[in-house]
C-alpha cells in the first residue's frame, strides 16, 4: 500500500519536490497542493484528512498550517550550507554584485556565517534576519528594503516565494534561498521511514477491556428479576454501538466484564469524547463505576496483557477512569474525570436537599439526570431518554420527572413527537 504524500507550497517548489518524489514512486503517491499565498497553507490540512504524510516546502507553511497538524507525519527540507552556496553562485557569478553586503531571512545564521568562512568570505557586512516558525512577507519586505534603501547591502536572499516577489516588483537585487535536491530526498527518506512505523503501529492490535465494578453483586441479589435481562441487553446494545464504531468485536467474561478487540489505527480514529462519551454511558446505564484498560500489541496475547495492566492503573486512579498501556512501561490517560465525573453524591445546597427529600429523589439519582442532560447538549429529557441512560422503566423515570417537578426542581418545556400511537410524551428541564 502506496503512502499519500501531500505536498504543499508555491508552484516552482512543488514542481522541484515532485521530482524528487517520483523517485520514490513506487512507494508515493504523489497529491500538490498549490498556493499564491503562503498564508493559505492551512487551509488545504482543514479540509483534506486522507493524507498520510504531509510534506512542506519551507518553514513559514509549515509553521502556519501546524496546528492542524499530527506533527509526527509533517515534514519540511532545512536551509543548509548547500542550500546557500547556489545563491551565492547567482549573486557573484551571474550577476557580478558583492557578496559581502547581503542580507538574509530564514536561514540560519550558524549555516550562513560557516558557508562565508569556508568560502574566505568576510562576514563583517552581512545582515541575517532568522526567525523561528513565521513572518509575515510584509514584515520580512520592510527588512530588506529598509537595508537596500539606507545602501547598507547592495543584495537581499530570502526563503519565502512571497517575499521575493514582491522585492523584484521593487526592483531590488533579489534572490531565493530553496532547499536543494539533496535535502528534498533526504527529509523524504525520513518521511517515508516514518510512514512505515505509523503503518505499522496503526495496525498493531488494541485490546479495551471494560470493567463495572459492583455488578455481579447487583445481579446476584436480583437474580429473578427481568430487571437484570432488561440491562444487560441495554449494556450489550451501548457496546455494540461503540464496536461498531471501531470496526472491532467483543466478548464478555461474565455480568461484569467486557473485552474488545480491534485495531490500534481503528481505535485512536476516535477522540477521547467519544470514548468518554461510551464509559459514561456504560457507568450511568449500569447505575456503578467503571474503569478501562486499553492496551496495544503486535499479538492478541501482548495486547490483552497490556490492556489489564491499564485496567489495575486505572482501578488505582480512581473510578470511570481510562488508561492505555503501550507494554514498554509507559501508561497515558485517556480519560479522567474528578470525583464528580458524572454526578456528584454531595451538595452544600441545603434548600436543594430539602426539595429531593419531599420528592423522593435521591441526590444521587438528581445529579445524573442534571449530567445526561450535558451530555444530550443541554437538550431536555423526557421519561424514554431518561430510562434508556438510567436503566430503569419508563414508568419510574416519569415518576421521578413529575416528582422533581412538584418540588420545582423540574418543569416541563414541551412534548415530544411520539413515533408510534399513543399520547405525546412530555420534555423537562431538570436544575431550574
Known sequence: MKT?????GPHDSIQNISEVASEFSDQLTIIPFIYEKVEDAANFIKQTNEIDIWFFSGQAPFTIAREHLKEQNSFFPPLNGSSL???????????KSNLEKVSFDTILTKEVIETYLELDLCTDNLHLYPYSGYKSTDNLVDYHCQLYAKEIVDSCVTGVRSV??????????AYRITATKMEIRNSLLVAIQRSKVLHF??????VFILKIHGLDRFISNNKLSFDNYRLNLKLQEIIITFTEKIDGSFVSQGNDKFIIFSTRGSLENQNHDSINTFIEKMSITS??????????????YGAEKNAYLGLDNAKSIGENTAIISNGVGEFKRVLYRNDDFSYSYKSEDKETLEKLKSAGVSLKT????????ENIENSPVSANVLSTWLGMTTRNARRILHALTKCNLAKVTGVEHPTARGRPSKVYRVGV
Open 85 to 95: 552556496t547556489k545563491v551565492l553562485l547567482d549573486i557573484s557569478y551571474k550577476n
Open 164 to 173: 521575493y516577489d514582491k522585492l523584484i516588483k521593487k526592483n531590488i537585487p
Open 366 to 373: 438528581y445529579n445524573k439526570i442534571i449530567s445526561i442532560q
Open 4 to 8: 499519500k504524500l501531500g505536498i504543499v
Open 201 to 206: 503501529k496503526k495496525s498493531q492490535i488494541a
Open 287 to 300: 447505575n456503578l463505576s467503571v474503569n478501562v484498560g486499553i492496551g496495544y500489541g503486535n499479538t492478541i
